[in-house]
Every structure is written in structure tokens, then in C-alpha cells.
T-cell receptor
Framework: DVKVTQSSRYLVKRTGEKVFLECVQD?????MFWYRQDPGLGLRLIYF???????EKGDIPEGYSVSREKKERFSLILESASTNQTSMYLC???????????FGPGTRLTVL | GENVEQHPSTLSVQEGDSAVIKCTYS??????FPWYKQELGKRPQLIID?????GEKKDQRIAVTLNKTAKHFSLHITETQPEDSAVYFC????????????FGTGTRLKVLA
């Protein structure tokens, strides 16, 4: 059974803080993703990584960066958090040659 | 650009009735169409998917149909139960080896007991 975990379920930060969201998967998946989920907007792709140290911008990368130093771990970084980054953040992973993405439980981030 | 439109945004049905959610995609190269269910406070979970070489797929009370010509696909839930209440998302991608899913905006389904 695929397991994708995220470091926090709930996080509250102040404007201007640097924020790290971590995602870990235990199935040796090559591909990992970070999405943002907002009401009425569905899931929007922020960044994805197709291999260690490899990353590509998604649809809404502004204000975010990512790091993938190890295959199982994909971090999302908010360099200077802003109130419009208050959202639910979902991580996902998949095997490279397959279709199905597996999601983590999400981190609800509030920026005050 | 690529997009997936999903309707309706909310849907209320009586327990035992059927529910239908529809999605339309723009990129004709899309060939993989998953449906995810997200219960309140939980992660999205894949419930059914279909590839473009198939017109319909069923799994117990859930079915998905695909019309490639019209570029739309639908989720059908029969004999709905209260535990079917959730947000459902459709998505489209160009298949294995591609990374990008385009998600619909979600449908909140309420099954009234």
C-alpha cells in the first residue's frame, strides 16, 4: 500500500516567514508533485519533480521553490510567506511509467 | 490553454438515487481520465479511471463513460449512500511518462438520508 505523508496537517505562520512543507513517500516513486487546493479552483500544480534534483515548474510556481535531495522526499518552500498563500497544500507521487498519482493527507497552511 | 471543466459544482441527491458528474477536456491528446474522491479532511483517493481506448468502465456502483469525439467523460454513481458524500474531482492527462494532470474544479456531492 502506497504511503505518502506530509510533515504537518495544520500550520500557522506569519507574513514574511520562510515556510517548509515536507512530503515523504515510501514506494520508491520517481515522480513527486506539489498542488495547491482552493475552493472553486480545484487542484493547481505548483511544481513537480521527475527525479532526484530534477524539478519543473507547474502552473503557479510564483512565490514557491522546491527541493528534492533524496528520492523519497520532496520539499515545498515559501521563501517569504504571504496571506494569499493561505491554502491547502497536497503532495502526490507516482511511479514514472504509470498513471496513478497517490496523494498525501494535505497541510492546511494559514498565513497571518 | 489546457483545461478541464467540471459540472455541477454541487449536487444533492436522495439516498438510493443516482448521481452524475460531467467533465469536458480541451486537449485532444489526453488519454487518461481518473476520478478522485475526497472526503472531508481526508486525502483525494482514486476511485476509478479510464483510458481513451475504452468507452466505459464499471466498478460495482461506480461507472465512468468517455466520449472522445465530444471530449467529455462522466462519473455515474448508482444507489447512492450517505458515505458517498464527498468532493469528487476529475482529471485528464496524456498518459504514462507525462507528468501533468489537469484537474476539474470539483463537485461537492451530498447524499441526503
Amino acid at each position: 500500500d502506497v504511503k505518502v505523508t506530509q510533515s504537518s496537517r495544520y500550520l500557522v505562520k506569519r507574513t514574511g516567514e520562510k515556510v517548509f512543507l515536507e512530503c515523504v513517500q515510501d514506494m520508491d516513486h520517481e515522480n513527486m508533485f506539489w498542488y495547491r487546493q482552493d475552493p472553486g479552483l480545484g487542484l493547481r500544480l505548483i511544481y513537480f519533480s521527475y527525479d532526484v534534483k530534477m524539478k519543473e515548474k507547474g502552473d503557479i510556481p510564483e512565490g514557491y521553490s522546491v527541493s528534492r535531495e533524496k528520492k523519497e522526499r520532496f520539499s515545498l518552500i515559501l521563501e517569504s510567506a504571504s496571506t494569499n498563500q493561505t491554502s491547502m497544500y497536497l503532495c502526490a507521487s507516482k511511479q514514472g511509467a504509470t498513471d496513478t498519482q497517490y496523494f498525501g493527507p494535505g497541510t492546511r497552511l494559514t498565513v497571518l | 490553454g489546457e483545461n478541464v471543466e467540471q459540472h455541477p459544482s454541487t449536487l444533492s441527491v436522495q439516498e438510493g438515487d443516482s448521481a452524475v458528474i460531467k467533465c469536458t477536456y480541451s486537449d485532444s491528446a489526453s488519454n487518461y481520465f481518473p476520478w478522485y474522491k475526497q472526503e472531508l479532511g481526508k486525502r483525494p483517493q482514486l476511485i476509478i479511471d479510464i483510458r481513451s481506448n475504452v468507452g466505459e468502465k464499471k466498478d460495482q456502483r461506480i461507472a465512468v463513460t468517455l466520449n472522445k469525439t465530444a471530449k467529455h467523460f462522466s462519473l455515474h454513481i448508482t444507489e447512492t449512500q450517505p458515505e458517498d458524500s464527498a468532493v469528487y474531482f476529475c482529471a485528464a492527462s496524456k498518459g504514462p511518462g507525462t507528468y501533468k494532470y489537469i484537474f476539474g474544479t470539483g463537485t461537492r456531492l451530498k447524499v441526503l438520508a
